[in-house]
């Protein structure tokens, strides 16, 4: 199976109908839809992200989703210079300074969750990924709890929270699922409560949520693409975050009035679904590290201006280590299982073993 073919999956067997008509309508730059603008565009998406102000709460979006879960209280909704500190101090603590502190949790867990690749076993990347995102996270917000039940906690959070509240049919009772997936988790990040449990609750589940789907799906298209002679190469996983877009649709809501490239219109209210695998030529460009994209497009997958994820560094780091411990095996997946509850695509299970 192709490399592309098998990541095409994660897509149809998690979002079917969403991927299908975002596939459709690709080649338009910018499409409404009555009160949502598709946004395929890398123009468009930039200027969608940087100059139309957002409603950073709005029901239906990726931040009305996190208040809901949070409570509030969080990076989403705050405004003008409570937004930027907030921010701050986020990009401070996973900065270079504080992604080196943190590296020593998972390269321990590398070395010892990869040894039977050693003599010739098999390892499932998927929980491997999901011990990584939660000890991390542990870390990240001072708490002393163990990494997978923290990692299996903001999952089912983010699940049910994306089900509850982004686009889509709902099933009964999925508010009171979501309400009782988030107090779980709020629980293990602020068991005392206080001001910063929203924000703990928001960064363990961004941290974990994009891990789980990211390490995986990345190292099944290096196994599939036999790309680990440039496992050593920072341009790899550069690539392989710019092809997988991990979070390849970001939903937003028009706070103002304002027009995207291209002359389109765009009203306040209007929901604007910026589509960041188009826009990074994640479904065009496969991953090439002898020739990687320009850096400001390969950035596009982590946002932009002051919407770009502060998780940026961190990812690379641990999908450059992933990809370099695995190099030596020269993996290849042996069997593969998508994850259909989860909140972004990803694999429920990537068993890899040495060629």
């Known amino acids: 199976m192709s490399a592309r073919s098998r990541d095409r999956r994660v897509y149809l067997g998690s979002h079917p109908v969403l991927f299908a008509l975002l596939a459709a309508t690709r080649r338009r730059p910018v499409l409404r839809l009555g009160r949502t603008l598709l946004v395929h565009d890398r123009e468009a998406f930039v200027a969608g992200l940087t100059r139309i102000p957002l409603d950073r709460t709005a029901a239906g979006t990726t931040g009305g989703a996190a208040g809901r879960l949070t409570g509030g209280d969080l990076l989403f909704d705050q405004h003008g210079d409570e937004h930027r500190q907030a921010r701050r101090a986020t990009s401070e603590a996973l900065g270079a300074a504080g992604v080196q502190r943190l590296r020593p949790l998972w390269t321990e867990l590398l070395d010892r969750r990869l040894e039977p690749l050693a003599h010739g076993g098999r390892v499932d990347l998927v929980p491997l990924a999901a ?7 542990a870390a990240l917000v001072d708490v002393a709890v ?18 509850a509240h982004l686009p889509g049919l709902r099933r009964h009772g999925t508010g009171e699922t979501a309400r009782v997936a988030a107090e779980r988790l709020t629980a293990l990040v602020a068991p005392d409560g206080g001001a910063g449990a929203g924000l703990a609750t928001m960064l363990a589940v961004a941290a974990i949520t994009t891990t789980v789907a990211a390490l ?5 298209w290096a196994c599939d693409a036999g790309l680990w002679a440039y496992a050593d190469s920072p341009a790899l996983a550069d690539e392989l975050l710019r092809v997988t877009a991990p979070t390849p649709l970001l939903p937003r809501v028009a706070a103002e009035a304002g027009e995207l490239p291209g002359g389109c219109p765009v009203r306040a209210g209007d929901r604007m679904l910026l589509v960041a695998r188009h826009a990074a030529d994640s479904h065009r460009a496969g991953p090439d590290p002898a020739h990687p994209a320009p850096a400001r497009t390969a950035q596009l997958v982590f946002g932009a201006g002051q919407h770009a994820c502060p998780g940026a560094r961190l990812a690379r780091v641990q999908l450059a280590d992933l990809l370099r411990a695995l190099a030596p095996y020269r993996p290849v997946v042996v069997r593969a299982r998508v994850d259909r509850r989860a909140a972004l695509p990803s694999w429920r299970s990537l068993v890899v073993r040495p060629s």
Not at 131 to 137: L, P
């Open 146 to 163: 163990d990494g997978p039940a923290l990692a299996d906690a903001a999952r089912a959070a983010a699940a049910a929270a994306a089900r």
């Open 131 to 137: 011990e990584i995102a939660g000890t991390t996270a």
């Open 216 to 220: 995986p799906r990345a190292a099944a």
